[in-house]
């Protein structure tokens, strides 16, 4: 029994599975690449990015890639964009400890 379940859901899993590959992967390079100079920036595009799922929960209902997932999760939508949003974060932290920990005069010469 349990074989002829996992053989029936084998190919959304395996997509499920290598789309939040691609997800962490991506979201790894953001953090590590993307230092956004503020966090309104990050909330704008987080806010953009709900907007543009909720208006394409449809589509991605009828093809079958949700799996025991509802196609409008409250869950989801607040948990993904607070990832998204520490994770924009985090990765402006370094500059600004940097910037805050300048010496103003030195740094006012060089501008």
Known sequence: M???LF????KEWFYTLILGLFGAMALALAALVSMAPSAVVAAT???IAAAAFWMTTRPVTSTGL???VKPR???TF???PAVLLAAALA???GPARRATRA????????E
């Open 7 to 10: 053989g029936m859901v084998a």
């Open 73 to 75: 999760d409250p869950l």
């Open 103 to 110: 010496d103003l005069v030195i740094a006012s010469r060089y």
């Open 2 to 4: 349990r074989d002829d």
């Open 78 to 80: 607040a948990l993904v």
């Open 66 to 68: 949700l799996f025991r």
């Open 45 to 47: 595009g987080g806010a």
């Open 91 to 93: 990765a402006c932290r």
